[in-house]
């Protein structure tokens, strides 16, 4: 059971990860894991009632009546577009991370981030501010995908580590259905939260492994990465291009 991959991810995810970067396995797992566990999200979006989870998470406000089909329709497709960004961002900060000192590198990274996030928020109330989201929104878009492009041997790696990430996102859900059952708002939340946590530590590991970079840079890639994936959700929705509750569930799953 050790060579498992799902259980590798898991229990060992550094060797897992080192394992997607040596080419095995090959896209099969990955993509496995990443539509069960956008089936397991999609199930419990549907299962569970709105009030329990507009509790749990404030702001968030699904609507009564949504079928499993319904959610598994936009997780599916908008999870898969979601980790494509996501994947590009993580590429080209990690690779101008791990080298050369790391303060300067890591100031002006998170400044970049820190304007664009500031940018995703103001535009909201702006139409000033409008055709400059735009720009940045196509911008955005446009470098993820340029990383993408000029790193055609890592990148298609470090995008199976992320799909292979659903091993951690399937236990997620089983705990927050489990949490759901026992009724508890406080228990459910916090394990969403703890599980996010830890996606975040095994993002790390697999972006240290990938791109041979030291854990400390690897992780602060990683957060950026994140933030920077996060603003252009909510730049995208601030700018009326992501309808309430799809954008709502992109954060959910």
């Not at 999609?42 to 507009?54: D, N, T």
């Not at 911008?139 to 995908?145: I, Q, S, V």
């Not at 530590?201 to 933030?227: E, H, Q, R």
């Amino acid at each position: 059971m050790k060579d498992f991959f799902p259980l590798k991810v898991i229990f060992s995810p550094a060797e897992a990860f080192a394992g997607l970067a040596e080419g095995a396995p090959g896209w099969g797992w990955p993509l496995a894991l990443y539509i069960v566990s956008m089936a397991a999200s999609a199930f419990l979006l549907s299962a569970l009632p709105p009030q329990f989870i507009a509790e749990s998470f404030e702001g968030v406000a699904l609507q009564q009546g949504r079928g499993f089909l319904f959610y598994l329709a936009i997780s599916l497709p908008g999870g898969l577009l979601f980790s494509i960004f996501t994947c590009g961002l993580i590429s080209a900060f990690t690779v101008f991370l791990r080298t050369g000192r790391l303060s300067p590198r890591l100031l002006l990274s998170a400044l970049i981030v820190g304007v664009f996030g500031i940018l995703a928020v103001a535009v909201q109330d702006s139409s000033f501010l409008r055709p400059a989201g735009f720009f940045a929104a196509l911008a955005a878009a446009g470098f993820a995908l340029w990383t993408a492009s000029r790193d055609k041997k890592r990148y298609p790696v470090i995008l199976k580590a992320v799909l292979a990430l659903g091993a951690v996102s399937i236990l997620a859900d089983l705990a927050g259905g489990a949490a759901a059952l026992a009724g508890s708002v406080k228990v459910y939340t916090a394990s969403e939260y703890f599980f996010s946590l830890v996606s975040l530590i095994w993002l790390a590991k697999a972006s240290a492994a990938v791109y041979d970079s030291g854990f400390p840079k690897a992780v602060s890639a990683a957060v950026l990465a994140m933030l920077g994936s996060s603003a252009f959700l909510f730049l995208l929705f601030n700018l009326r291009l992501l309808p309430p509750e799809l954008f709502q569930v992109l954060l959910l799953i």
